[in-house]
């Protein structure tokens, strides 16, 4: 049986001020991208500046902009917990348009990406500067229109009091054993299953710079930066003890083979996206609309549609694997399934769209 998770969005409104930054200069496309740690090279130019600890936070300078000394985030928290994450893992890159030239002024930006370890980036398009009048000059910092930021956990990467769990990523030459697994003496309230494998797909991706296309701009995913992963979550995965059978093992393992399959779909439908507007904010925001319903439509197809609002549940595959081979028991169904999924594996574009 599979074990799904769940992704819930919560919104933490911002309740202090964390000032994050950062520098080196880079190419990509038609865009300039400022990331890492700042160097003292004739390339880059810029020496990279501690965090200074304030009463708001953590500050750090901003030195490619004009008149802008800081950026400014209220407390980044974790969408599913609503935790605040420390800011010392926060980590942030902008991107400027290419026409734009040294010092880049606040029009110039286009995005800026928010990431930290074992969550989802995402890239925020609306900044507004807040000056502050000091007694000989003003100071002058970029905030962001929003300042309800969250981050979403890597679905198949479960995070506890900031550490990330045991979790093993689908590999070909990796098979799946019961060491990977919890033992439990008795099988859980209301569950007639002997296993269990807790696993999911997670996803993470940058834009490319837009480019201009007739009168109007194209967005697609940087194809570098592009992740997509299969992942088994040992802690959330269990066994019921005495029942550990190579056949109940493989029929877990199906599971996790099924999920590569969708993984694979879903990384070849993501890289042929592309984000259509007039300008490329437009472009950027219709392909992360573009992307987001990619995910679920995916997501549906594999996992199933909760029932809400009176309406039934929709089986996904996933279902449709369980429901056929009786978990495993039946072992006709469960080599027809068997012979299918390699199939798949071979060519994922012969499994059933979404």
Request: charged share 25%.
């Amino acid at each position: 049986m599979l074990a799904r998770v769940d992704k819930t969005w919560f919104i933490r409104m911002a309740v202090m001020v964390i000032l994050v930054g950062l520098a080196s200069v880079g190419w990509a496309g038609l865009a300039q991208s400022l990331s890492g740690d700042w160097k003292t090279d004739d390339e880059a130019g810029y020496e990279d500046v501690p965090a200074e600890s304030t009463e708001e936070g953590l500050e750090f300078e901003t030195p490619f902009m004009v008149d802008v000394t800081h950026l400014l985030l209220g407390i980044v928290g974790d969408c599913g917990t609503g935790e605040e994450i420390d800011p010392a893992l926060l980590h942030t890159s902008f991107v400027f348009d290419l026409k734009a030239s040294f010092p880049y002024g606040l029009d110039d930006l286009l995005t800026i990406t928010l990431e930290s370890p074992g969550y989802i980036p995402i890239e925020i398009s609306g900044f507004q500067p807040v000056t502050f009048s000091l007694l000989f000059f003003d100071i002058t910092f970029l905030t962001v229109t929003d300042p309800r930021i969250c981050l979403q956990a890597l679905p198949g990467v479960v995070i506890a009091d900031g550490v990330l769990l045991s979790h093993v990523e689908w590999r070909q030459t990796r098979r799946l054993t019961w060491d990977d697994f919890q033992v439990k003496e008795n099988r859980p309230a209301g569950v007639d299953e002997s296993a269990q494998i807790f696993s999911g797909l997670d996803l993470g991706w940058r834009s490319a710079p837009a480019t201009q296309s007739g009168s109007g701009h194209v967005a697609r995913i940087q194809t570098s930066s592009l992740v997509v992963r299969n992942v088994m979550v040992q802690t959330g995965s269990w066994v019921v003890a005495g029942t550990q059978t190579d056949s109940l093992l493989n029929h877990e393992q199906r599971h996790f083979d099924l999920n590569e399959v969708y993984r694979r779909k879903l990384q070849a439908a993501l890289l042929k996206l592309r984000g259509e507007g007039k300008t490329a904010k437009e472009a950027h925001e219709d392909l992360e609309r573009k992307i987001n319903e990619t995910w679920k439509k995916a997501m549906d197809k594999l996992n199933g549609i909760s029932a809400v609002g009176g309406a039934d549940r929709v089986d996904g595959l996933q279902d449709d694997y369980d429901n056929q081979t009786e978990h495993g028991t039946e072992a006709g169904k469960q080599e027809e399934w068997d012979k299918k999924i390699d199939e798949w594996l071979k060519d994922p574009s012969k499994a059933p769209d979404w």
